[in-house]
């Protein structure tokens, strides 16, 4: 049963710091309460289905193919359902048949494509030969790579892979999905606290790390 205002928000809370894992809590109360379980998260409800084939019924149903919205989700655009990650329905569709018709145009997924990625490898492949028998960290490996064939298509501009202001658009990217967890944490489900504790919500820092994408991208 949830509690007045903060509906489950406090359970949830307990069992994480004994369980560690989203997924883990929800699958224990999945074998107490059901496959199908309901939650108040602060002013967002939420369902919970367990079981391959509830699962398999879900992820095939046209109803359940929407995206989340509250504060959090709209926060990096602008407190508008917009984009491609986010947005859902007629929005969607439209922004995914601009996006891909001018994606191809400037080669995305032809054979000039390929060629870039093919250009990534060999760069990718002379940096590593510098440090060829020492220990590499994997994480970060490819991601200016990756960066650099979409950053080529969209804007015609390649960046070395060492160069510094990529590394940094990288590092704030995946900062910014580390403030708070993807349920949008207590930011999503309270987010007038923003105005009252906006360090401890993340809340300051994530409007620094959006500005601070936003002002890359501008002078790119």
Known sequence: ???????????????????????????EW???????????????????VSGADRIKEVLSRE????????????LRSFGK??????ADGPSWNS???VALKYLKTFGYGTASMEALITEECSELIKLRMEDAG????MDHMFDIPVVNILWRIVAGKRYDLNDDRLRKICYLIKRSFKVVD?????INFFP???HIIPGYTGYRELKELHHSMYMFIKVS
Do not use: A
């Open 63 to 74: 109803v359940f193919n929407g995206r989340p919205d509250g504060f959090f989700y709209t």
């Open 1 to 27: 049963m949830p509690l007045p205002i903060i509906g489950n928000l406090f359970s949830v809370w307990l069992n994480l710091r004994r369980l560690k894992y989203h997924h883990v809590v929800w699958q």
């Open 81 to 86: 359902k917009i984009g491609i990650v986010f």
């Open 95 to 97: 922004t995914r048949r």
């Open 30 to 48: 999945s074998r107490q309460y059901g496959e199908v379980l309901g939650l108040q998260l602060g002013s967002i409800n939420l369902v919970v």
């Open 182 to 186: 993807m349920s949008g944490g207590i």
């Open 134 to 137: 020492e220990p590499i960290e």
């Open 192 to 194: 007038y606290l923003r």
